[in-house]
Structures are given as C-alpha cells and as structure tokens.
C-alpha cells in the first residue's frame, strides 16, 4: 500500500522568510548601484566643466572631485561583486559604458575646455589657434586610448604584460582608463579649477595627455590593487596607513591626489625602464668549429 508523502516545512525556516534564492537575484542590484552612481558622477562633471568660466572655476574644480569620487565608487562595485560573487556579463558591460562616460568623455572634455578652449589672447594668434586644434585632436585622442583600453581588456582571458612582473602578484595590461582620468582630474584640483593661461603650460598639459592616452594602449604593467593581500598584512600597520591617508586627503587633498596620481603613472613607467635596463641580452650564436683540412 503506497501512502501519499507529505512535505513537512522546513524546521529553521519560518513561513515569513523569502526563499534563498530571491536574495541571490536581489542582490546583483548592489554593484550596480555603485555602477550607476559612477554615470551619475560622469554626467556631473560634464555638466560642471560645459559651464565653467575663467570666472567660475570652481566649475572645473568640482568636476575633477566628481572624478575623483567616481574612480572610488568604480573600485567599490567590483570589490563588492567579487565579495558576494555577484559578478555577471551583465554587470561586466555595464561597468565598461559607465567607464567610458566617466573616464573617457568627462576627462577629455574637461582637458579641452580647461587646458586649451579657454586660452587667453596671445602675442601670436595664429600660435594659440594652433594650440587649441592640437589640444582638441588628442583630447579626443585620450577619449579614443580609453574607449580600446576597455575593450581590450574585455576581451583578453590572460593578458601579458610586456615586463612581467612577480608571478604573485596581480597586474594590468596597460594603465586603466580610471588612474589615467584621475591624473587628469587631480591637475585641475591641484590648479584649484583654475584654467591655464600661458601657451607653455598648456604645452605640458597636452604632454601630459599625449602620456595618457599611450600608457593605456601599452602593453607595459602597472601594479593592481586586487594583488594586496589583505589577510596578510600587518593590521596595526594597515590601519594607521589607511588612517594617515584619509586624514591627508582630508586636509590636503590637493597634493595628497595629485602625488597619488603620479606615483601611480610613474611606477609603471619606472618599472617598464627599469625591465629595459636588467634585461639580459640575446645571447650570441654558438661559435662553429672550423675544419682544419680543405
């Protein structure tokens, strides 16, 4: 005789809680969260630098903040999708436009109209409209760098650099779009907004972009903070580190940035001189021996 089973409830599940696997769905919206306060961020800063005058440049000040708290928030999501393993294509792509509108379009924009647009009258005219259509091209330059820099690493599985670094440690291909916006952003907040006014200072500034724009279509290395393992470290000493840093940006968040930005450009730059330079040659060919008899 085959009785009819019943489904007892569960003993530790109460009839209100919601099923397990609602919170798995739910929970993806977190990083996204995070993902779309970074457009919102980047759309800030468009507006602020589209109307920021020699007289309001505290305009340009607040969008390279907006960059600044946008390269935060970028860093935020994926660590919040890699620690609750929500990481899906889904979130992957939509990080990937959000960068390119914060970290793209919002820095090039900000480098023309600050950099070059808003240029004084010079002794020679022709010298400053020169500059401002030079300035123009490799602005769109660094917003084209930025835009292949993402798509090469969306599509690379196990991408090399050309210096390889400690097999332990963790590095990218190339300088990311966000470091390279945050050097841009961290001159204009060191500048206090204000834009420049000499055509030697804006020759730097198109270097300086220019420099951008090629580390992050390089194959050269630079140092990933998804490398620092954290469980390892000294806490006591991890602590006053992260204390110290918060209070000097904090107080001095001009120079803090700004040093943080071109450390960040110039270790990778370093590294990949210093890979030149300990680099072994090629070693000869091995000599043949020659026949005594002819």
Not at 157 to 165: D, E, I, M, W
Request: overall charge positive; aromatic content about 14%.
């Amino acid at each position: 005789m085959n009785l009819p089973r019943l489904s007892l409830p569960h003993p530790l599940r109460r009839k209100d809680d919601p099923p397990k696997h609602r919170f798995r769905k739910g929970i993806y919206i977190v990083p996204s969260l995070f993902t779309a306060a970074n457009v919102f961020l980047g759309f800030y800063a468009l507006m602020q630098a589209m109307e920021g005058t020699a007289a309001e440049a505290w305009r340009f000040d607040h969008a390279a903040k907006a960059i600044g708290f946008a390269v935060l928030f970028d860093s935020l999501d994926g660590f919040i999708a890699r620690m609750t393993k929500t990481s899906s294509d889904f979130g992957r792509e939509l990080d990937s436009l959000a960068d390119v509108i914060t970290f793209g379009v919002a820095p090039s924009l900000i480098g023309f109209l600050w950099g070059f647009h808003l240029l004084p009258p010079m002794t020679y005219q022709d010298w400053r409209v020169n500059l401002v259509q030079i300035g123009f091209i490799f602005s769109f330059v660094f917003l084209i760098a930025g835009a292949c820099r993402l798509a090469r690493f969306n599509i690379q599985v196990n991408p090399q650099p050309s210096n390889p670094g400690r097999p332990d440690r963790k590095y990218f291909v190339g300088m990311p779009i966000p470091a390279a916006a945050g050097v841009l952003a961290s001159v204009v907040h060191l500048n206090r907004g204000q834009p420049l006014t000499t055509w030697w200072m804006a020759t730097i500034w198109l270097a300086l972009i220019i420099t951008c724009s090629y580390l992050m279509v390089s194959t050269w290395r630079f140092f990933s903070i998804k490398g620092l393992k954290l469980n390892s470290q000294h806490p006591a000493r991890l602590l006053l580190f992260i204390a110290a840093l918060i209070g000097g940006i904090w107080y001095f968040s001009r120079w803090v940035l700004f040093g943080l930005a071109i450390f960040y450009m110039a270790a990778g730059i370093l590294w990949r001189l210093q890979w030149i330079f300990r680099r072994r040659p090629n070693a000869p060919p091995p000599l043949q021996e020659v026949s005594q008899t002819q």
